[in-house]
């Protein structure tokens, strides 16, 4: 059978856990508002649901969730037992402590009294890691578990739950160093020294090789002006005009040369005896016809040699370079009634 101390000690431990969740009970059972005050009184509830089923695994997380949205000494106190619990006394006795700090800012003296009388009874049992650097260096960092450790911390025991614990140690411009050092129990005294880290090799980055530039490619040689195609232009338009006036020439003298005729014919109506003995009608009509006679002559003259000046004027104009070759040739055109010259040309 368990001896007195034995039941007198777990009557103790009884007592002060019943004690803390009364007190931290107490505090949460004032009035919350809005949905994070809500959802912390839930996750409070749960935890203290599952201290009372010795799942200390499960009900640390569940106050430190309701201490996050809800912050409280009572919350504390219960986080701080649950730790104890589960055997993080270093933890257990850093959260006791900010429980008590708490308490004090909030005007719970019964809390601090609590706080402090448990933090107190775990300090003798507290396991601390010493950690010292050999060779400061400028950018050093170092870690524990993940945790940075301010330089002023180097060379301090600092209080550490039991169990395995990871260092790290990083610095510019030299390689990481990493290292387990292990508590192995409560009250254990370990030190452990961060060496001088090595230097990291010079990393040269590849040389690039450069293309030589592309030179740069002949410039083309100018386009060859195209040929003027107005050359002698206006002498031909000047023959082609001269050519038409030409032409209304002959067109006006064949007119005249028919309407003398037609006077012509007229006169010998008033000549019956002879066609050269005529009377005053006749011999007026007959004047008429001597003077169309006359100016069908004149026009016929001066058209034919606007029409062959014109000819003349447009074959001599000058004319742009063609890669085609000609030849033009004037040939004589009979036939019958008729007489003239064809003007022939190949291109």
């Known amino acids: 059978m368990p001896s007195l101390r034995a039941r007198l000690r777990a009557a103790g431990c009884a007592s002060t856990l019943a004690m803390v969740l009364s007190l931290a009970g107490a505090a949460r059972a004032q009035p919350a508002s809005g949905s994070g005050k809500v ?26 969730d309701s201490q996050r949205l809800d912050p409280s000494p009572g919350t504390l106190l219960n986080l701080a037992s649950c730790y104890e619990k589960l055997g993080r ?28 009388r448990h933090a107190d009874a775990l300090s003798p ?20 578990d993940g945790v940075d450790v301010a330089s002023a911390e180097w060379g301090v025991p600092i209080p550490v739950d039991a169990g395995a614990h990871t260092i790290d140690a990083t610095a510019p411009g030299h390689k990481p160093w990493s290292s387990t050092v292990n508590v192995a129990q409560d009250g254990a005294q370990v030190s452990v020294a961060v060496p001088a880290l090595e230097a990291a090799p010079v990393e040269t ?36 005009v001269v050519g038409v006036v030409g032409l209304a020439g002959l067109g006006l003298s064949g007119a005249f040369a028919l309407i003398a005729k037609n006077k ?24 008429d016809a001597l003077g169309f006679g006359n100016a069908a002559t004149v026009t016929f003259v001066v058209g034919a040699a606007a029409l062959a000046g014109g000819a003349i004027v447009y074959l001599v104009a000058p004319r742009a370079p063609s890669s085609a070759t000609g030849t033009l040739g004037v040939s004589p055109l009979v036939g019958a009634g008729t007489g003239g010259a064809l003007l022939q040309g190949t291109w």
């Open 39 to 64: 959802a912390a009184e839930a996750l409070f509830e749960q935890g203290r649901s599952l201290m009372a089923a010795s799942k200390y695994a499960e009900a640390c997380p569940k106050f430190a």
């Open 89 to 116: 006394t270093a933890t257990s006795w850093a959260t006791y402590r900010e429980a008590a700090s708490a308490a004090n800012a909030a005007g719970r003296a019964d809390y601090v009294a609590s706080a402090q």
């Open 125 to 144: 049992r507290l396991a601390k890691l010493t950690m010292t650097v050999t060779q400061p260096l400028d950018g050093l960092q170092v870690k524990r």
């Open 205 to 240: 980055p590849p040389a690039v090789a450069v293309a030589p530039a592309p030179s740069p490619a002949p410039a083309p040689p100018p386009p060859a002006p195209a040929p003027d195609t107005s050359v002698g232009n206006g002498q031909r338009v000047a023959g082609i």
């Open 264 to 287: 012509y014919n007229d006169s010998l109506g008033s000549c019956p005896s002879s066609p050269n003995v005529c009377s005053q009608s006749g011999v007026d009509t007959r004047n």
